[in-house]
């Protein structure tokens, strides 16, 4: 997957090398790159619902959980867990999932609409699952007759979000025992590699509509542009 900061310079040396344009900065390029890879997500998949999605589209944000007593809509029966902050906007395809975070639980959450989670509990080979469920305010609700869940501090949402940017500010530490980027630039931009070349290809129709991309004339049966708009920078 390319960084930020890979389609981000990789435009702006482009726009510099036809042109003396010093208006344009980093945060109006990434505002652009960040629309357009939604617009380009939703041409490819919006209409074919069933075309697998490659995971570089995803994204995957860490919430804190807490204590409330009541759902509306929702019998008071113990307690739920609800996230600390809003879900961000989805696109309207894709899997959304929740995972648990923490040592207590490490079975799977099961992700339903808000209207299953009243009946949802009364089975007695599935009530203790954990369900989680995204209200119409965008709150993730999560509710079990499982005793581990009460443990839960922090639930994960994976999900192909329409504002990469909003999102990232959310997203959950590598796991890796590396340091995730505070940095929004040196983090991974969530679009494939095929989607790059025309992603980058509309940003500068916009901002520098005279601006010549470089082209695929490898006959070698890969996609080589991705790695072609990354080395326009190195």
């Known amino acids: 997957m390319a960084k930020y900061k890979e389609i981000v310079y990789s435009i702006l040396d482009l726009i510099h090398e036809t042109s003396d344009d010093s208006t344009l900065t980093e945060e109006h390029i990434m505002f652009l790159a960040s629309n357009y890879r939604s617009f380009l997500l939703k041409q490819r998949y919006y209409q074919d619902i069933k075309r697998e999605i490659p995971k570089s589209n995803y994204q995957t944000l860490c919430f804190d959980l807490e204590k409330v007593d009541a759902v509306e809509g929702i019998p008071c029966e113990g307690f739920f867990l609800k996230t600390t902050q809003k879900i961000p906007e989805t696109m309207p395809f894709g899997t959304q999932r929740v995972f648990p975070a923490g040592i207590y639980y490490n079975g799977d959450i099961t992700f339903i609409t808000p209207e299953r989670m009243r009946y949802i509990g009364y089975n007695k080979w599935t009530k203790n699952f954990i369900y989680a469920s995204l209200s119409p305010e965008r709150y993730l609700y999560l509710t079990s007759n499982n005793p581990q869940y009460q443990y839960l501090k922090q639930a994960s949402f994976s999900a192909v979000f329409e504002k990469a940017e909003e999102a990232s500010e959310m997203e959950c530490e590598k796991g890796n025992?590396?340091?995730?980027?505070?940095?929004?630039?040196?983090?991974?931009?969530?679009?494939?590699?095929?989607?790059?070349?025309?992603?980058?290809?509309?940003?500068?129709?916009?901002?520098?509509?005279?601006?010549?991309?470089?082209?695929?004339?490898?006959?070698?049966?890969?996609?080589?542009?991705?790695?072609?708009a990354i080395d326009i920078r190195q």
């Open 177 to 228: 025992g590396e340091d995730s980027p505070c940095d929004i630039m040196d983090k991974e931009f969530p679009i494939e590699d095929a989607l790059i070349p025309p992603l980058i290809e509309l940003v500068l129709k916009q901002v520098a509509p005279t601006v010549i991309l470089p082209q695929d004339k490898d006959n070698n049966a890969k996609d080589d542009l991705p790695q072609k």
